[in-house]
C-alpha cells in the first residue's frame, strides 16, 4: 500500500488535488477565461489565413491581389453564416455534441460518424500541426535547436496536455494571457493602420507597396474560376476551430447555452473583425507574399514600424500558433466522450480523471498527435494538405443537420413542442430563412471541402479520405462489441434457474505439499466435499517424495483425493488443463466446476521472474472456459526482491 | 484452445517433435558427434592462437619470433596440464559442473560462485566475439555487405539459437562437418609441411622467409620478461573452451564419464597437435604475423600454393569461427543449470524444452550476447580485451580445487571411500604427483589471469572486473529469496491450526446488477452465511437504478446484504478495497476473507482495451494483502473483437 500513496503523491503534486464530482459545476468556465480555451485556435487563424488567399492569386499576377478583399469578405460572410448556425446549434443542443449530435438527431447514425470521424482525425492535426508551426517559430529564431525540433514538439506537446489535465479552469487560466494578448495586439495594429488611413488625427498616410511582378496574362474562364475558388478555400482556414464551442457548452458556468452562445458571439466578432481588418490593409496596402516575412509581419512593420507593438505581434503570433493546439484539447476528449456515451469508443474515455476533466481522451490525443509529430518530424508544412479537410465536411454536415431541424421546426404549430431523439424543439419564427442560411452554408463548406480534398489529393489529402471511413468502421466494431457484451449480461427475463448450476467438485493443482498448497486444500475443503487435489510428477523420485509429505498431513488431507498423473514432458501444464476440461465437460457438463490454485506472491514485482509462474499460466488457460470459476489462495512471499 | 494448436504446430515445425523425458539418454551424444559439439572452440583457437603469440614477440624486434616455438611449447605443456586436470574432475565428477562443482565441494561457496560468474561472462563474449569474427570474415569477402555486419551477426545468433533449440544430438550432427573439415584441412597441410621439411618422398624443401624486419635492440630484464609473459598470455587463448566437457559429462551416452574423458582426451591431442604442428612449422619458415594476413594462411599457402586445400582451410576457418559460439551453447546452459539447481539462478532455468535441452538458458544467453553484439557494433576486436579473462579465473580456481581433492584423497587409506559434498572419493595412487601438477596449473592460469588483468585493463578488461562481483551479487540475492520462500512455504512443524482459519464472509463488488453480478452472487451464496454485495454509486440515478434491478431479483439476491457507498469521487476502486480492507482487519482479523469478482472475458484480447479492468485492477490491489483469497466469477462474452 506504501507504494500507492507515493503515487498517488506524485500525481497530486503533478496535477492537483483530486476535485470531488460534485464540485463540476465549480470548475466551470466564466465567459473571459471560455473565450481564451475555445478561441485560441480560430483567432490563431489570422497569422495566416489572408496569406492563403494572396499566395494563391499571385498565379493570376500581381494584378490578381486586389481579388483578395472580395474573396476576403466573402469567407468572412461564410464564417459568419457558419457561426450563426453554430448558435442556433447551442441553443437546440444545450448539452452540447455539435456536428455529431446534430446529424444524429436529424440525419441518422451514418452522417454523425462521419462527421465524428471528421472532426477526430482534424482535431489531432490541429495539435500535431499547430505544434510544429509554433517550434518552427522558435528554431527561426534560435537556428541551433532545429536538429532537436522533434523533441521540442514532443515537449511541448507534454507541457499542454500537463496543463490541460490540471483541469479546464486552470488551462483557461493560464491559456489566456497569450490568446488576449495577441488578439489585442493585432486589433491596435489595424486601428493605427485605419487612422492612418483616414488621415485622423494628423497621421501619415499608410506606405502604398510599388509592385514590381512582371504582369501575367490573367487566366480565363474555367481556369480563372479554379484559382478564385482554391485561393476561396485557402482563406476559409480561417474557419478551423469555430465548432468548438458548440461541443463544449457543459464546460460553460450555468445558463451553459447562454453563456456558450454569447462566447460564441463574441468570439466570432473578434476573428472577424481581425481577419477583415488584416485583408483589407494588406490589400490596400498592396502588400506581396512572400517567403522571408509574412503578410501579418509586412503589415505590422508598414503600420507601427520596428518598435514594441512590432515585436508583440511577432512574439504572441508564435504563441499563439502553439495555443491553437489547446482547442482541440477541449474538443477531442468531448467528442469523445459522446462517441463514448453512444458505444462507438471505448466506454472508458466517459470517464473524468481527479481534475473532472476527460484524462484519457487528453491521453489519447497527445499520444496520437505525437505520433504523427514524429512521422512527419515536425514538418507542419508537410501536414497542411491533411489538415481543414476534415473541419470542413463536418461543418457541411452540421449544417446539413440544422436544415433538417429548421424544416422540423418549420412543421410545429405555435405553442407546440416535440422531441427529437436527444432535445427538445418549440415553435419559433423566421425558420425558413434561418434554414435558407443553412443550406448556403452546407453547400459552400461542402465545396470547400471537395476543392481542398481535389487540390491536396495527391500531397496527402489521400490520407485523410482513407481514414475517415477507417474510423467510422472502428466505430461499428466498438459497437458491435458492446452490443454483445449487453446482449451477455441482460437480465431480461432472467430466471434464478438459468444461472449455471454449481457442481460440488473443487479441483486443487498443485506442485508439492507446502504451506501454500495446504492452505489452498484447507480452503477448498471448506467448500465442497469432492476435493480433488491434482499433481503431475516427471519422475518417480518426485512422485515418491509427494505421497511421503501427503501421508504426513493426514489431519488436513482426509478424505481429499490425491490424484498423480505420471508425465513424460516438461508442460506439466498440459495433463491438468486436461484433467480439468474433462471433469468441466464430461463429469459435470453445464455446471461451474471450482478451481483453486495456490498462488505465491512475492512482495516486489522483481522476484516474480523468479518462479516460473505455473499458477499465472494456468489461471491464463482456464480463463478460457465459459463454467470454471478460479480461486486464488494466495501465500505472501515476505523477502527483499 | 485453437490458437494454442496453431501456436503448438508452429512450434512443432521450427524445433520439432517434442521428446518425452524419458528418451533423454537417447538424445545423448555419441563421440563423434560430442567431439564437434564441445571442441569447435578450442579446435577453432587455432586460427590465432600462434600469431597472438607472435604479435607480442615482435615488439622485441623479429629475433625474437625464434622464441615462438618455445613458448608455443609451454602453452602445449600448461594445456596438457589443464586436460589431465579436466579429466580427473570428469573422473571425480560424473554428474558434471566442472569449475563450479569442484570449488563447491572443495573451497567453498564463495570460490564456486567467482568461478561461476567469470565462466559464464566468458560464455556470453565466446558467442559474441565467435560471431562477429566470422561476420568479418564474411565482410572481408563481400565488403557491401559490411554496413550490415550487426544484422548479420545477430542473424547468426538466431541461427546457432534455432539448431541448439533443435536439440544437442541434432546440433552435434550439423554442427560436426564445419569442426572435422577445418581440423582435417589444417593436419593435411602440417603433414605436408612436415613431409617436404623432412625432404620424404623427394619432396621440395620448404621455403624459408627472408626477415626484412629491422633489428631492435632486445629489451632486457623485467622488461623482457614481461614481454614473454604477454606472449605466453596471448598464446593462451589456445585455452578457451577446453573446460567444456567437464560441465556436460551429462550429455554423453553411458558410460558418460569414460566416453567423456575419451573424447577429452582425443580433443586434447587433437587440439594439440594443430597448435604445436602450426607453431613449429611457422617458427620454422619465419613466418611474421601481418595485419593482411593471417599466419595460418601464411602457412598454408607456403605450403601447399593456391590450390584447393589452401581455400578449403580458409573457408573452414572462417566457418569454425562462427562455430566456436556453439561450445558456449553447450557451456552456458549446463552451468546455468548447476546454479539454478543450487538456487543461485532462477529455478526455471533447469527446465528442459520440448527437445530436451535446456531452452531458458539458450534463450538467455542468445538474448545478452545479442545485446553485446549491438554495443560493441559487431567489432571483435573491441571486445577481445574483456575475453579470455574469465576463463583463466576459473581454470586458476578448479585446479585449486582438485588441489584440495587430491589432498582429501591423499589421506585416505587403501579401500577407504569418503563421500564429498557432492561426490564420492576413492583411495587411489600417485596422487601427490596429481597434486603437484593441480599447483602448477593453477599458479600459471592464475598469472596468466593477472596479465590479461594488467595489460587489457584499460581496454575493457575492467568491464569483466567490475561484471563478476555483481553477478556474485545477483547470485546471492536470488539464493536468499529462495531461501526466504522455502521457509515461507515450509511445513517443518507445521499443524493444521496453523493454518488461516476461514471467515464466514463474502464480499461481492459489483458495478451494477447483471447477469455476471448475479452469477457470481449465487456463486458467493454456496460460499458463505454471511454475503455482502457492495457497490459504489457515484450519482443518485445510478443508485435509484441499482436498487431497482436488486429488488426484481430478490429471488437470487434474498439474505443478501447490499451495501451500497456513495462517492464523490472517479477512483472507485478505493472505497470497495477500504471496505474489503477494513472487514479483513478488524471484523475478521487472522482469518481469511473471501472476495467473489464477477469478471468478463472477451473473447479476443483486443476487447479487453473497450473495458476499463476495474475487475483486474481489483484482483491487482487485492493480492497484496496478504489474508484475502480471489474468486474468479468469470462471464464470457461472444464477440468477434
Known sequence: MQKNTVLANIKEFLIGKPFPTSMDVHERLDKVRALAVFASDPISSNAYATEAIMSVLIVLGSQALHLTLPLGLAVAGLVL????????????????GGAYTVAKDNLGKFPSL????ALLTDYILTVSVSVSAGVRAVTSAFPEVFPYRIELAIFAIFFITWVNLRGVRESGAIFAVPTYAFAGGVL????????????LFGAAPLPVLEQHLPATNPAEGFLFIWVLLRAFAGGCTALTGIEAISNGVQAFKPPEAKNAAITMVVMGSMAMSLFVGIT???????LIPNEAESVLSQMTRAIVGRNF????VQIFTATILFLAANTAYQDFPRLSFFLARDNFMPRWMQTRGDRLVFSYGIFVLALISSVIVIIFQADEIAMLPLYALGVMLSFSISQSGMFRLMGRIAH????????TLVTEIHYERGVRWKQAMNAVGATVTFLVFIVLAVTKFHDGAWIVILIIPLLILMFHSINQHYHRVSVALST????????????????????DVHRGSLRAITYARRFAKDVRVICVTTSPEVKERLLRRWKRFSKITRRVKLITIDYDYRDVLTPVVEYIEQVNNIEFPDQITTVVIPAFIPTYTIGRFLHNQTARRLRDQLRNYKDIVIIDVPIHIDSKI
Not at 280 to 286: A, D, G, N, P, R
Not at 412 to 419: H, I
Open 114 to 117: 462521419i462527421a465524428a470521424a
Open 492 to 511: 431480461k427475463g432472467l430466471e434464478p434457474k438459468d444461472l449455471s448450476a454449481i457442481a460440488n467438485v473443487v479441483i486443487v493443482p498443485v506442485a
Open 188 to 199: 491596435v495594429t489595424i486601428a493605427a493602420g485605419l487612422v492612418r488611413n483616414a488621415g
Open 81 to 96: 453564416m457558419v457561426i450563426f448556425s453554430y448558435i442556433q446549434t447551442i441553443l437546440h443542443y444545450p448539452d452540447g
Open 412 to 419: 410545429l404549430k405555435p405553442g407546440q413542442t416535440l422531441r
Open 309 to 312: 507593438l512590432y515585436y508583440w
Open 280 to 286: 483589407y490593409l494588406s490589400t490596400h496596402m498592396s
